[in-house]
């Protein structure tokens, strides 16, 4: 399959970049500057990522250009274009004043393959804190702003492309045309990156890889580990056990309609009740990360022990996408740790399964288009997507079944008035966080000293960047109303207004 490599010099919009391509129709991967895979025959071209380094830093990410620069197209963004200029030859040096922010095109080169069909005027956004002032006398302009100069350039003779702003932002209008004329145009590659092309080709990688063995699956009742169940289905057939584990973290009598919405889908389901197990291990346990690990290590210990009663299961099967293997990754430069996820880096030792990921190289987005594609069901392929150490990272400390039960009537108010009020497929996620803080608040004559919550819903594509959804008022009192008035044990409802980045979409 033709391929693009991106190489992520830590900017936070290098999911952007790969998530962009996708919609061209073409493949590409992302991987740390300092860790380029083999590049061979279907690597079509390379992109360079932005970065929060300068490239004058004594520490700035360093990447080996050797079997790329001048071998196949190369588009460098941001960082990578000043990166460029520098080892050149040129100069790269602190701007005087901060490029951030919407910038219009006041020149192109309409006969440059990389800028055709980009009008003048074109808006663009601008991100960086250094700025490229002279150019090597072998790259030649290709578009400038009123402030910057050398907004893009190419070196001559080669297909190497760069520019100093963001092609992959919403706010770079025609970002989508200069991107699709690198893919398509320059390096060449064929838009055959669709759901039905996906599921051809793991389809049939999934039955050479998995051979005669038997394959176990956890279910959550989400879209990846839903979609990923149906796939392996198609692939593999009875040789897939689905187990369902309810964890006691689940939304309101979330395990008895998960099992029902599965009846009619010609799945291998069994349910697990587990719930007094990852009770018993959360006990006192307030750190984030730990109740994460804690709820991985159980959750991984309870499917070995089911497992053990399937004779000849080999491998485990696991509904982990590509968000989930970005976030999980972190290497000097790019982008940091933001959290561990429990399904992502292998299985221990002990637990004598091998791991297959079918869905591994999509996004959130993709893994819809390829469910839809495979015949499931709207009402499984729009949920919202709901995290897998479940309320346990909503509860802010210490988690009890007082505090999940609380937090299940108050998320089930706030979901169930979404669908009434026909705003659930206007969000990409929702949900509700039980915070350690008791409040002063009044019912009837008596004065009440209880919890607040705060509900979080937010608009995205496939989770790396959120804003906050404007719901209204209306519904925001109502909302509030009810929950206050229901759930026994709070007294006070706020709004999150965050947006990702600089937050999370969960608050742990």
């Not at 602190?94 to 005027?121: C, F, H, T």
């Not at 932002?169 to 996906?198: A, K, Y």
């Not at 109740?291 to 004779?311: N, Q, S, W, Y």
């Amino acid at each position: 399959m033709d391929t693009i490599i991106i190489l992520d010099f830590g900017s936070q919009y290098t999911q952007l970049i790969a998530r962009k391509i996708r919609e061209q129709h073409v493949y590409c991967e992302i991987h740390p500057f300092n860790k380029i895979p083999a590049l061979n025959s279907d690597v079509k071209g390379v992109v360079f990522s932005g970065s929060p380094f300068s490239c004058n830093a004594p520490d700035a990410p360093v990447p080996d250009m050797t079997n790329i620069k001048g071998k196949l197209p190369l588009l460098a963004v941001c960082y990578g274009a000043q990166y460029l200029a520098k080892w050149g030859g040129g100069r790269v040096q602190q701007s005087k004043i901060r490029e951030y922010g919407r910038a219009n095109l006041n020149y192109i080169d309409n006969g440059n393959p990389l800028m055709k069909g980009v009008p003048m005027g074109s808006q663009v956004w601008m991100s960086h804190g250094d700025t490229i002032e002279v150019l090597p006398d072998n790259y030649r302009v290709i578009c400038s702003t009123e402030n910057v100069k050398y907004a893009g350039y190419q070196i001559e003779g080669e297909e190497t492309y760069a520019i100093q702003f963001h092609p992959e932002v919403h706010h770079s209008v025609d970002g989508n045309t200069l991107l699709r004329n690198f893919v398509v145009d320059i390096c060449g590659c064929q838009q055959s990156w669709t759901p039905e092309s996906f599921i051809e080709t793991t389809v049939k990688e999934l039955r050479e890889k998995v051979g005669g063995d038997k394959v176990v699956l956890g279910l959550s009742g989400g879209v990846d580990s839903t979609v990923a169940a149906v796939l392996l289905n198609r692939a593999i057939g009875h040789q897939l056990h689905c187990i369902f584990v309810d964890n006691g973290l689940l939304r309101k009598n979330e395990f008895e309609n998960v099992l029902e919405s599965y009846k009619d889908m010609g799945l291998n389901v069994k349910g697990v009740d587990a719930k007094s197990r990852f009770y018993e291990v959360l006990a006192g346990v307030k750190d984030p990360e730990k109740k994460r690990k804690a709820i991985g290590k159980t959750f991984i210990d309870v499917f070995d022990a089911e497992a053990k009663l399937i004779t000849d299961a080999k491998w485990l099967g696991q509904g982990t996408i590509y968000p989930d293997v970005i976030e999980s990754s972190s290497v000097k430069g790019p982008s940091q740790t933001i959290k561990s996820h429990h399904n992502v880096g292998g299985l221990p030792d002990y637990m004598k399964l091998k791991l297959v990921e079918p869905l591994r190289s999509l996004f959130k987005d993709e893994v819809r288009g390829v469910g839809r594609q495979l015949g499931i069901k709207d009402e499984l392929i729009g949920r919202h997507p709901f995290p897998g150490p479940g309320l346990a990272i909503r509860i802010l400390s210490d988690v009890t079944p007082e505090k999940v039960h609380i937090l299940q009537e108050v998320d089930h108010i706030f979901i169930q008035g979404l669908r009434d009020a026909g705003l659930y497929d206007k969000v990409w996620q929702a949900g509700a966080m039980l915070l350690p803080v008791q409040s002063v608040g009044v019912m009837g004559d008596e004065r009440t000293y209880e919890s607040v919550v705060a509900l979080r819903a937010v608009e995205s594509v496939d989770g790396m960047t959120a804003d906050w959804s404007h719901l209204p008022y209306d519904f925001m009192a109502k909302i509030s109303n009810e929950i206050i008035n229901r759930v026994k044990g709070v007294n006070r409802v706020c709004y999150d207004i965050s947006s990702k980045p600089p937050a999370t979409i969960e608050w742990e």
